[in-house]
């Protein structure tokens, strides 16, 4: 999963099956991803890289689509929630457009493949500077399977530091990479509630494009 944060320069995170490449077996690795049809969000995330048809069960919550998160001013609002335009682009990729200001917006674009998914997220307008923060949100489900997140080593913050592995028993694991050391990765979870949150915090500190 690649997610740049605002600016003209492309900061990334990875999220592939590349486990794949150090397997000896003919499995097929199986990435599957239903961005909405009007809404700024992925309503079906699921894989399988142990050779199975896992894929066809979504690791999301129900009614709790991934979605981008933008702080305005102190206040959280989501893709899903905000007006968007989407544009069907070449080779199965999907673009959604929403302001979060009268002078500011965002550009969300979905690249998808059989194994990977790459995500940018870029932002102008003049007022583009008042996004405080920007975080990619993945809402698993526990009762599906009890995906975990792996990282390379937890800071003091209790974030976690990229490259991780995905784990998703019966569906397998994913990487998790990126190419900005700055963004960040926690997994929130509430047992009564049966929630399992991946939150991925993009870099602040990226210069915006003005417009």
Do not use: C
């Amino acid at each position: 999963m690649d997610a740049a944060a605002l600016g003209s320069s492309v900061n990334a995170l990875s999220l592939d099956e590349r486990e794949k490449r150090h397997s000896t077996s003919d499995v097929k690795p199986v990435l599957r991803i239903d961005p909405d049809a009007q809404h700024g969000q992925i309503v079906f995330l699921s894989w399988d890289t142990e050779g199975g048809n896992r894929a066809q069960t979504n690791l999301l919550r129900s009614n709790s689509p991934l979605v981008i998160r933008v702080r305005v001013g102190g206040v959280w609002r989501t893709s899903g929630d905000l007006e968007a335009h989407r544009e069907n682009l070449a080779d199965n990729h999907t673009a959604y457009t929403f302001a979060v200001e009268p002078s500011a917006e965002l550009r969300w674009t979905i690249h998808s493949s059989p194994d990977r998914l790459v995500m940018t997220v870029a932002g102008q307008g003049r007022h583009i500077q008042d996004v405080e923060a920007i975080e990619v949100y993945v809402p698993f489900d526990p009762q599906v399977t009890p995906t975990t997140l792996l990282p390379q080593s937890w800071s003091d913050d209790g974030g976690g530091t990229l490259p991780a592995i995905i784990s998703s028993p019966d569906f397998g694991q994913i990487i998790l990479d990126e190419s900005h050391s700055s963004v960040k990765a926690r997994l929130e979870g509430n047992r009564d509630k049966h929630t399992v949150d991946l939150i991925l915090e993009l870099p602040e500190s990226v210069q915006a494009t003005n417009a």
